[in-house]
């Protein structure tokens, strides 16, 4: 399985791809930071991070996109930045027909470390173990985005339900598809 890692951001947005290999395992595809002027306009800046997400998607292929579910913080306009570009990536993923997957932070570290509680320091060492890195990725926001990847491929739940998917997309048709073929599987 390939999944696409969003660590959203109005200013810095995390991505990574990461590919899922046999005994729990996981090997680094890409990863990088789509970044916004500051100074820009607020539709100009998400313009910019869309078109950066479609860049990624078209490029990479990836089986699912994984993407950090937005919490309440006190600072109401970095929140709304953050859920714009989060929405950003559930519009781009759902137009390709890719599934969306939302982690909350305490689950993608506690995936990646064991511990829901780990700091960011420790999270960003354990993505460079798992993957095999000499070093870890920078800026954080990237290590972030490898570990929603890597979370999303050791603890798969948090797929948005089929019943929070508009009907008759084509993610929609391919969460059908998928459960469909789970079936079968028995």
């Not at 306009?41 to 937005?70: F, H, S």
Request: aromatic share 2%.
């Amino acid at each position: 399985m390939r999944v696409l890692g969003v660590d959203p951001g109005l200013t810095r947005c995390g991505v990574g791809v990461v590919e899922g290999l046999a005994g729990r395992r996981a090997a680094l595809v890409a990863v990088g930071v789509e970044r916004s002027d500051p100074g820009a306009g607020i539709d100009d800046r998400l313009l910019t991070i869309a078109d950066g997400l479609d860049r990624w998607l078209d490029a990479y292929l990836p089986d699912v996109v994984a993407i950090e579910r937005v919490f309440a913080q006190h600072n109401v306009s970095t929140v709304m930045g953050t859920a714009q570009v989060a929405g950003l990536a559930m519009v781009a993923a759902a137009r390709r027909g890719i599934p969306v997957a939302l982690h909350t932070p305490s689950e993608v570290k506690a995936a990646v470390t064991g511990s829901g509680r780990a700091g960011k320091a420790q999270v960003q060492h354990m993505v460079a173990q798992i993957l095999g890195l000499s070093e870890v990725p920078r800026p954080a926001d990237a290590a972030d985005a490898l570990a929603l990847a890597i979370c999303h491929l050791w603890r798969p739940a948090g797929l948005m339900d089929r019943a929070e998917l508009l009907p008759n997309t084509p993610a929609q048709r391919a969460w059908a598809a998928a459960e469909q073929a789970a079936r079968r599987k028995g």
